[in-house]
């Protein structure tokens, strides 16, 4: 019976009328055609970063103490290969690309494959935990706030979403250090390695993403809920929590699905901001210092990873999305 | 004739602005920052101290109601001794500028890119479509960074920066609305009767996308104000000598053990002035399209 019932959401019926035998070919040239567009983005990601990081100075002049001469910058110019033409350094970055030969450091005077991938770690434990904080607050809050709609605990919820939306991540931070390891002295305000350290900043992280997935789940709930097939299996003698279980939740999942994908490429990019405030040894804030020591080769990598991981996710949540709902057919 | 056939805005916004008003919650919001654009806009005449005034016998004072504090410096003063208050009133203008500049800015651009796109259709479509791809992609921090190192930092380079990396929302609303808009009588006929696509762009489509457009920069606004401070508070937004509330959280986190008020004030500000923006903007939204949101 429910198998019967979980279709049922309306839609517009021109998506199906694909016929049903081309349907494996066609998803398959539907994620060639998407992997295609991704493979240009990261192109273009990468060519615009290589020439505006150029626009940001000389890291020459930051590398040596400002009584150096002239000759001495020219040899370190001339040792880093930034004295080649312009074009030549883009071809040479270029060619590394698909070896993931990024260069070596100015900074570090390491291949930046290696220093980029030594932080890795510390920003996917940060990012994977906020994910894991979001999701058991935002899941029951929106389920919730849909099943209260309209009561104080609704509007409740609400209001947390909205202030959740509203206040800048780095502050939560500042309060949360405030609060947990200045005044209680029960948590540490920075630093790295042990469980007590992550706890404050995948709170931190986690926050805005909470407020995005509580109102959608909260309000796409609400949609199902009205739905005629969820009348007939309350009609039919079926509890509150196995409407929402067996009906509500299937059905309302996939533009939520959407948004936990679409989040994580976010959380990807507050951790900048996240790992700043707790000096947490990520990616996030080696960008940053990349940034100011105008290190070329690793900005360069550093932003083709951010693009990279967002593109990624992307994909991934095109496809999901398809399995997920054959009425949605990728789009070539 | 041609001005019969596209539906009028005028009438329809005085009516938006009453409905807005009509919700309490979003009438309180409009006064928070109707006073927040008074005292931005006033901020020489109310400000008790000048921002910038060190008193390096008050350094570090907390806010006047506590046992320690003074009764001139009435939210306390930061590691230099300047006035919080003060600061925090100075720091409204930038941080309002900047949030208004900046979707002002993003938003005609996005509307002429989105009308183009969506009006236009083909090459030039796809061109700019995948263009909103590569910029989603993109880390704006960086883009402000190379924009700060080759224009210089200031407050408009921030402006520039927020601009130019927040079109892509306003576009792809725009242009949906105009593909759905294109087939519409009122454009066919503005076409067949020989109107230029320049004309029937301005004339008959822009007035159509107003609505989700006022939307979108609204709570755009608060993003771009969130988006400075953040920038700011890295040291890669507004000059340390302008003074703006980004600038004084980070200066607060480093006394955080001995002055709370220096990093708690400000984002306060920070966060009452984006809330009360995002309520006005889902207001604002309810009201544009009351099907898909009123819930």
Known sequence: MAELTVRDREG??????????????????????KLGTALIVLFCVATVSFFLVRLSGDPVKLLLPPEATVEQEATLRASLGLDRPLLVQYLDYLAGLPKLDFGTSLFYDQPVAEVLFGRLPATLLLAGAAMVVCLLIAIPAGIIAALRRGRATDSGVMAGVLIGQSTPPFWVGILLILVFAVQFQVLPASG??????????????????????ARLLRSSLIDVLGSDYIRTARAKGLGPRGVIVGHGLRNASLPVVTVIGLELGSLLGGAILTEQVFSWPGIGRLT?????????????????????????????????????DPRVRLRS | MTMTLAPRAGGARTGMLRAVLRNRLAAGALLVLLLMVLAAVLAPLIAPHDPNAQDLLARLRPPAWHAEGDASYLLGTDQLGRDLLSRMIYGARVSLLVGAAAA??????????????????????????????????????????AIVGFVGSG??????????????????????EVLSLRSREFVTEARAIGVRDRTIMRRHLLPNVLAPLATIATLHVAAAIVAEASLSFLGLGVP??????GGMLSDGQLYLGTAWWIAVFPGLALMLTSLSINVTGDALRDVADPKAYRR
């Open chain 1, 12 to 33: 517009s019926p021109g998506k199906s009328a694909e016929p049903r035998t081309g349907a494996g070919a066609g998803l398959l040239r539907g994620i060639a055609t």
């Open chain 1, 192 to 213: 790295y390695g042990t469980f007590a350290h992550l706890i404050l900043p995948a709170i931190t992280l986690a926050v805005y993403s909470v407020a995005v997935i």
């Open chain 1, 288 to 324: 940053v210092e990349a940034i100011t020591n105008r290190d070329f080769p690793l900005v360069q990598a550093s932003v083709l990873f951010f693009a990279a991981a967002f593109v990624v996710v992307n994909l991934l949540v095109d496809v999901s999305y398809t399995l997920l």
């Open chain 2, 104 to 145: 002002l800015l993003a938003g005609t651009l996005g509307a002429i890119i989105g009308l183009v796109s969506g009006f236009l259709g083909g090459w030039l479509d796809r061109v700019l479509m995948r263009l909103a791809d590569v910029q989603l992609a993109f880390p704006s921090i960086l883009l402000a960074l």
């Open chain 2, 155 to 176: 407050l408009w380079t921030v402006v520039l920066v927020l601009g130019f990396t927040g079109w892509v929302a306003y576009a792809r609303v725009v242009r949906s």
């Open chain 2, 240 to 245: 340390t000598d302008i003074v703006t509330w």
